[in-house]
């Protein structure tokens, strides 16, 4: 559990650092705002399998403003850090059943969900600092090692 909740304090850490980055340099490009906001999308969405939730019409890539990527990064930090304080490493074995956009059924660990939600967003995020360099602007250092730091 402790390294679970120590992937989503990273997570949550380097969403902030791309997210000031964005806002700082008027959110480089579009691109880099779509890449951002699927991030949180997805975490939304993999929240809500979890919790047993129908995702299926809910959006995964769609134009939104940093002010909706603030507002789904406050909902989904507070969602995650209110869930994981309330289950323990027994939990983490627990099978859930989800369907994926297209209507197939899935079944999963908790505990790969919340690694695979915890390693996804670092995949779109460099895809977002490679974006930062075009534009000229300096890359947000993310990698684990510098959030311990």
């Known amino acids: 559990m402790k ?3 120590m992937l989503f304090e990273h997570l949550n850490w380097s969403n902030q650092q791309v997210l000031t980055v964005l806002e700082t340099n008027g959110g480089v490009n579009q691109q880099s705002v779509r890449l951002f906001s699927h991030i949180l999308f997805a975490e ?10 129908d995702s299926s019409s809910m959006p995964i890539w769609d134009d939104v403003s940093l002010k909706d990527c603030l507002y789904l990064w406050n909902q989904n930090q507070n969602h995650y850090s209110e869930f994981l304080s309330q289950i323990s490493d027994d939990d ?17 660990t ?6 695979h939600v915890a390693l996804h967003g670092q995949y779109h995020r460099g895809q977002i600092n490679l974006k930062i360099r075009d534009a000229g602007f300096e890359p947000v250092p ?7 730091r």
């Not at 939304?44 to 939730?53: A, E, L, P, S």
């Not at 908790?110 to 690694?115: D, G, K, N, Q, V």
């Open 3 to 5: 390294t679970i909740k």
């Open 44 to 53: 939304h969405i993999w929240f809500t399998r979890i919790k047993g939730i």
């Open 92 to 108: 983490l074995g627990q099978i859930v059943i989800y369907k994926n956009s297209k209507g197939k059924e899935f079944r999963n």
């Open 110 to 115: 908790l505990r790969e969900i919340l690694t």
């Open 142 to 148: 993310i990698d684990f090692i510098f959030f311990r």
